[in-house]
Each structure stands twice: as C-alpha cells, then as structure tokens.
C-alpha cells in the first residue's frame, strides 16, 4: 500500500468537499422540484405524482366511455342522415 503524503490527504479532502457541494446542491434541485410539484399538483413525491397520474388517467378513460355512449345514444335519436338531404 503506498504511503499518503500531506498532500495526498488534502487534495482527497478537496474532492470530499467538492462532492458535498455538488450532493447539497442537487438536494436544492430536487427540493425544489417537489415544492413545485406541491404547488401545482398538490403532491411533492414521484410516487404521489405517479399515483395522481394513474388516477387522472382513469378518470379519463371513463369521461371517454361515458363520451361515446352519449354520441351513440345521440346518433340513435335522430336519423342524422336525413339532414344531407
């Protein structure tokens, strides 16, 4: 094992307090990403925002059901056809 030299030790010193910094620093990122995410979603956590979206998606697919049965039951009500005419 080679010995360490002052040097040594604080060049390893810099590059544990650079890598704090940039750790910190993506700690803000990401904090302040979930308080936008709180503001315009209500939730702050990729799994709260995961959950949301599933949930909006089936509140899509069902206004999209409910829709068409409506325009089906439109089209049945009147011979549509006849307006070409």
Request: no cysteine; hydrophobic share 35%.
């Amino acid at each position: 094992m080679a010995v360490k030299t002052a040097d040594d030790v604080k060049r390893v010193k810099k590059l544990i307090q650079e890598a704090e910094v940039k750790a910190a620093k993506a700690q803000g990122v990401l904090d302040n990403l979930e308080e936008k995410w709180k503001e315009r979603y209500g939730e702050g956590t990729l799994t709260a925002a995961k959950q949301a979206y599933s949930e909006l998606q089936t509140k899509i697919q069902k206004q999209e059901k409910r829709r068409d049965e409506l325009m089906k039951e439109l089209d049945n009500l009147y011979d549509w056809d006849s307006l070409e005419e």
